[in-house]
């Protein structure tokens, strides 16, 4: 590897469609292109938190392989409607089995910081310090659906409403050349979205109640990554718009994309960054 720039690598959040993440990371690692530095909002917050543990994709693309919807239902625990539908102490110690009980920011081999939103004034918060599992808790934390996450005195919830894709943030962490992996564009997909075979002719499928305030957030954040995106040096987006928020036991199908768009960029990082 010759002299090259700090890359920071920056996924963004949607959801189910955020594994594509996974397979993005296996390529970049295959083909020997450095991430020095990694921020993540929501569902790119987890996978990246796993990754910049150990550097280890095989054990994160397995983790993912296993989210049937029984293991999810398992870490669902509803509770009275007051702040959220779930109340998200199942999936907090889910988060610690993946990335460890203890595991702070500073334990971390590559340096990482997520992005939630403060619910109460609508501020942006980046997580860099203490607690990664709880950090990620906050991140992915989708409104109505999860209790928003306490931290001090603080209430916080999915990041993706504030940024969805945190280019300006792995810049802040002092990155000199930014990929960007966007899994919404158009945040829409058009007529393919929620799309499933009928009788002989195609028929839209009706989204769950976690694909419309999902969708809802997107819709919301156009703006917030088209600007973001113009910030990146490379953007990768691997084509997952016709599987749903909710569908992570699509896994391997986000996955695989997720490897495709990877791949189709390669030529070119190697190029910028003078990676042999």
């Not at 993706?160 to 894709?165: C, D």
């Not at 000199?176 to 028929?203: C, H, Q, S, W």
Request: proline share 5%; aromatic share 4%.
């Amino acid at each position: 590897m010759l002299s090259r720039k700090k890359v920071g690598l920056v996924l963004g959040s949607g959801s189910a469609r955020g594994l594509a993440h996974i397979g993005v990371l296996r390529v970049l690692k295959e083909e020997n292109i450095p991430v020095d530095m990694i921020a993540g909002t929501s569902i790119g917050a987890l996978v990246g938190a796993m990754y910049a543990l150990r550097r280890n994709i095989a054990r994160v693309e397995a983790i993912a392989d296993n989210m049937k919807w029984s293991r999810l239902l398992s870490l669902v625990d509803l509770t009275i409607p007051k702040t959220g539908l779930i109340r998200g102490q199942r999936l907090l110690a889910w988060g610690r089995s993946l990335i460890g009980r203890d595991i702070l920011f500073s334990d971390l081999e590559i340096p990482f910081a997520c992005v939630a939103t403060d619910i109460m004034d609508g501020q942006e918060t980046v997580i860099n310090e203490g607690s990664v599992t709880e950090a990620v808790r906050a991140s992915i934390s989708i409104p109505g659906i999860f209790s928003p996450a306490k931290r001090g005195n603080r209430y916080f919830v999915d990041g993706g409403l504030v940024n969805p894709i945190p280019v300006s943030i792995v810049k802040n962490m002092g990155a000199e050349f930014v990929i960007a992996v966007n899994i919404l564009p158009d945040t829409g997909g058009g007529d393919r979205t929620y799309m499933v075979e009928g009788r002989g002719k195609k028929a839209l499928k009706e989204p769950s109640i976690i694909d419309i305030l999902m969708q809802s957030i997107y819709i919301g954040s156009r703006p917030l990554i088209r600007t973001a995106l113009k910030s990146a040096d490379i953007v990768i987006e691997p084509d997952v718009t016709y599987i749903g928020p909710s569908e992570f036991h699509r896994a391997s199908e986000c996955i695989l994309q997720g490897a495709l768009a990877a791949a189709d960029c390669i030529p070119k990082l190697k190029r910028l960054l003078a990676v042999t």
